[in-house]
């Protein structure tokens, strides 16, 4: 198993910036993929916001590009999204997500945490 744990979210004026972090805490044979940052605003389906791969191949949604960076601590398994220049459309949850590798089945499984809320003033 994968467990996913967020944190950093809270409340900043427009133009400011956080940092979140999700730590992961994994069993001995599952491997840890693709993680991503997703955000969920109320009444709005969940949307990709960032993606890092195993070996730092990042990619982001157009609306946070230049803005946003993420990153990855693969010895502490922690990914991380700097978030600058925020504005109010960026208030949501904001969940970290990662693909698991059970080593010993061969198989994959998506991992999910519990999210952190982000929101922006105006």
């Known amino acids: 198993q994968v467990q996913l744990v967020e944190s950093g979210g809270g409340l900043v004026q427009a133009g400011g910036s956080l940092r979140l972090s999700c730590a992961a805490s994994r069993s001995s044979v599952f491997s840890i993929d693709d993680m991503r940052w997703y955000r969920q605003a109320p009444g709005k389906q969940r949307g990709l916001v960032a993606t890092?791969?195993?070996?730092?191949?990042?990619n982001y949604a157009d609306s946070v590009k230049g803005r946003f960076t993420i990153s990855r601590d693969n010895a502490k398994n922690t990914v991380y999204l700097q978030m600058n220049r925020l504005q109010p459309a960026d208030t949501a949850v904001y969940l970290c997500y990662a693909r698991g590798r059970n080593s010993v089945q061969g198989t994959g499984y998506d991992f999910w945490g519990q999210g952190t809320q982000v929101t922006v003033s105006s």
């Open positions: 890092i791969t195993s070996g730092g191949d990042t």
